[in-house]
Nanobody
C-alpha cells in the first residue's frame, strides 16, 4: 500500500520557520519526482515546489527564495523548509508525486496533508 505521511506543520508567527517532512512507503520513492502542493482555506490546489529524481529543484514564483525542497532517498523522505513565513502561506501542505500541469488529488500519490498556520 502506498503511503505518504506528512508532518511538521503547526502554528507559527509571521517571519518564523517550519520544516515539513513526508515519509513515503509502498513504492520506489527514489524513482519518482516529488512535489509539495498547498491548499489555502476556500481556494484550489497550488503547486509550491518539485524535486526530480536527479535532484533538480523548481519553485513557484511566490516562494521568492523563502522555501527549500530536499529529499533523502535512503530514508524515503521528502522535506520542505519554510522560512520567513507570511500569513498568505497559511494552508494545508501536501506532498505528492509530481504531475505535469494542473494538480489533481485523484491522480498519482498524495499524503493527507499537514496544516501550516501563520498568525501573530
Amino acid at each position: 500500500e502506498v503511503q505518504l505521511v506528512e508532518s511538521g506543520g503547526g502554528l507559527v508567527q509571521p517571519g518564523g520557520s517550519l520544516r515539513l517532512s513526508c515519509a513515503a512507503s509502498g513504492f520506489t520513492f527514489s524513482s519518482y519526482d516529488m512535489s509539495w502542493v498547498r491548499q489555502a482555506p476556500g481556494k484550489g490546489l497550488e503547486w509550491v515546489s518539485f524535486i526530480t529524481t536527479g535532484g533538480i529543484k523548481s519553485y513557484a514564483s511566490f516562494v521568492k527564495g523563502r522555501f527549500s525542497i530536499s529529499r533523502d532517498n535512503a530514508k524515503n523522505t521528502l522535506y520542505l523548509q519554510l522560512n520567513d513565513l507570511k500569513a498568505d502561506d497559511t494552508a494545508m501542505y501536501y506532498c505528492a508525486s509530481r504531475q505535469l500541469g494542473h494538480y489533481d488529488r485523484n491522480v498519482g500519490y498524495w499524503g493527507q496533508g499537514t496544516q501550516v498556520i501563520v498568525s501573530s
